[in-house]
């Protein structure tokens, strides 16, 4: 079974640019997180998303925004990118909302803003 | 505000040796609790948890402590062995809230395990 996949692997960006990063849970998975991760710090919450409803948003400011399709995977956008966004931006699935906090995490997408 | 500290960064054991990695968290919300593991280049993988109702959980080589009183928990991996190196995740979450996916992580702590 193919696990929680993360696109891109990697990009770079200038400062001020837009960023999408995408994200498809295992097969059965309805609930999507995702996470920041800054160098040398543990992941950082952002947002969680569940049957296309946002259920939890985390202390990031508004140019963070998410959404979720009807196939479950999801889009994490950042506008008006600082150099600070720089980081791993990781997703998580999960089969509901309401399991054991259990997270399957995808590999991340690594964003460098320049 | 870190409601979870993971204060050592880093921890050095011999292989067969046990293992004790800590962790303390400050919010007395949190009701769920675990550990993940991170190798380079991958994401975190969940390795155990503990509800808030228990003071220990085991899965095979590993065992989590929970001392609600002191708001500490500790991972226990017996014997240690040099695939355990990895950056490990203290995490928690207010689960009875239902903010399941809501997880607060610590810093980490790099193991290394010598041969």
């Known amino acids: 079974d193919a696990g929680v996949t993360q696109s891109p692997t990697h990009l770079i960006k200038t400062r001020g640019q837009h960023v999408t990063l995408r994200c498809s849970p295992i097969?059965?998975?309805?609930?999507v997180s995702w996470y920041q991760q800054v160098l040398g710090q543990g992941p950082q919450f952002i947002f969680q998303?569940?049957?296309?409803?946002?259920?939890g948003r985390g202390n990031f400011p508004d140019r963070f925004s998410a959404r979720q399709f009807p196939n479950y995977s999801s889009e994490l956008n950042v506008n008006a990118l600082l150099l600070g966004d720089s980081a791993l931006y990781l997703c998580a699935s999960s089969r509901s909302g309401a399991d054991t906090g259990e997270l399957f995490f995808g590999e991340g997408s690594r964003l460098t803003v320049l | 505000d870190q409601q979870v500290k993971q204060n050592s960064p880093s921890l050095s054991v011999q292989e067969g040796r046990i293992s004790i990695l800590n962790c303390d968290y400050t919010n007395s919300m949190f009701d769920y609790f675990l550990w993940y593991k991170k190798y380079p280049a991958e994401g975190p993988t969940f390795l155990i948890s503990i509800s808030s109702i228990k003071d220990k959980n085991e899965d095979g080589r590993f065992t989590v402590f929970l001392n609600k009183s002191a708001k500490h928990l500790s991972l226990h991996i017996v014997p240690s062995q040099p695939g355990d190196s990895a950056v490990y995740f203290c995490?928690?979450?207010?689960?009875?809230?239902?903010?399941?996916?809501?997880?607060?992580f610590g810093k980490g702590i790099t193991l290394s395990v010598r041969p």
């Open positions: 097969s059965g998975h309805k609930s």
């Open positions: 995490a928690a979450s207010e689960w009875s809230t239902g903010a399941n996916s809501k997880l607060t």
């Open positions: 998303y569940y049957e296309k409803e946002e259920r």
